[in-house]
């Protein structure tokens, strides 16, 4: 029989800037990407990213590198007719599904249910030429993407998003000194293991429930 410890343990995630912006800082004339989420999803499935970055109007085809074979669709009325679909060696697919203005582009990929796990380099053909290229990551453990704010709030202790493991969160930090919570529940001698992936500064704290008399809802700095 399993016995379940009455204790609540908690992700963090803290935003600490370690650069400095430019105050002049100069665009690339070409098409640039600089964010996306969510950062991947897992093996067997398919699912939509939002890629940010500068111009980048007129996106029609994810180029995977060398290996890219490129096939023709059939577009769904506001698409580009030149969106095509990309499928490289290692068992992804993609195509364009929106661009907004010179800033937004929305792909979708599907990958195999054998895809190669691991990071996928990737980059945008537009007509102003080839973006640089930017990485998504194939997992093999199921996925949970953050909640929005207006869905299930999570910026406070008593508020946490509840997840289960294993699986990868995958989730966004907007501003200098935000703090996601993330809650999940364990058995007597589970042992976990947390990595933590940013391209920033950031820390993972784990708290626990303290049971106290007074606040049972109170938490406590897990040893």
Known sequence: MKHYLSLLLILTFFWIPSFKAKEEEEIPPGPNLTSLFPRGGQ???????????????????????????????????????????????SGLQSHVQAVSATTGVTIQIAVDPEAKVGKHNFALLTPKGLSN????????????????????????????????YPAVVNGQISEEGEVDYYSFEVSSGDELMFELEAGFDST????????????????????
């Not at 453990?141 to 953050?146: L, R």
């Not at 106290?212 to 809802?217: A, C, I, L, Q």
């Open 43 to 89: 093996q067997g499935t398919t699912f939509s990213i939002n890629l940010r970055g500068t111009n980048l109007d007129g996106a029609y085809a994810v180029w995977f590198g060398p290996e890219t074979q490129t096939f023709s669709r059939q577009n769904t009325p506001g698409e580009n007719a030149q969106n095509k679909i990309s499928k490289n060696n």
């Open 204 to 223: 993972l704290i784990l708290y626990k429930q303290s049971g106290s008399w007074f606040d049972s809802e109170r938490l406590t700095l897990q040893d």
């Open 133 to 164: 290229t930017i990485s998504l990551r194939v997992n093999s453990d199921p996925i949970i993407i953050e909640s929005s704010s207006d869905e299930v709030p999570h910026s406070k202790q008593g508020e946490a998003q509840p997840v289960y």
